[in-house]
C-alpha cells in the first residue's frame, strides 16, 4: 500500500538551514506529483511546494527564493530544503501524493524555527 514517511524536522534557529525527507513506497514514484503541505496550530493546511513527474517545482509566494524541493526517483524520495526559516515557517510538515482519486499523507514532521 502506499506509505509515505516524513523525517528531518527539529528546532532550527531563524536564518538556518533544514532539510526534510519523505520516503515514499506503494507506488509508481516516478510518475506522480509530489508534495510538502504544513499545518500551523490553529491554521489550516497550506501547499508549501510541489514538484511534478517532470521536476517542474512550484512555491508557495511565502517562502519563494528560500525553500527547495527536489526528487530522486531512484530513491523514491521527496526533499524540501528549508534555508532561512522564519518563526513563522513553524508547522507540522507533510509529505502528500494523489493517487487516482485518494490523496495519501505521511504522519507529518514537526518543524519549530525559534531563538
Known amino acids: 500500500q502506499v506509505q509515505l514517511v516524513e523525517s528531518g524536522g527539529g528546532l532550527v534557529q531563524p536564518g538556518g538551514s533544514l532539510r526534510l525527507s519523505c520516503a515514499a513506497s506503494g507506488f509508481t514514484f516516478s510518475i506522480y506529483r509530489m508534495t510538502w503541505y504544513r499545518q500551523a496550530p490553529g491554521k489550516e493546511r497550506e501547499l508549501v511546494a510541489d514538484v511534478s513527474n517532470m521536476r517542474y517545482t512550484n512555491y508557495a509566494d511565502s517562502v519563494k527564493g528560500r525553500f527547495a524541493i527536489s526528487r530522486d526517483n531512484a530513491k523514491k524520495m521527496v526533499y524540501l530544503q528549508m534555508n532561512s526559516p522564519k518563526p513563522e515557517d513553524t508547522a507540522v510538515y507533510y509529505c502528500?501524493?494523489?493517487?487516482?482519486?485518494?490523496?495519501?499523507w505521511g504522519q507529518g514532521t514537526q518543524v519549530t524555527v525559534s531563538s
Open positions: 502528500n501524493v494523489n493517487v487516482g482519486s485518494i490523496a495519501y
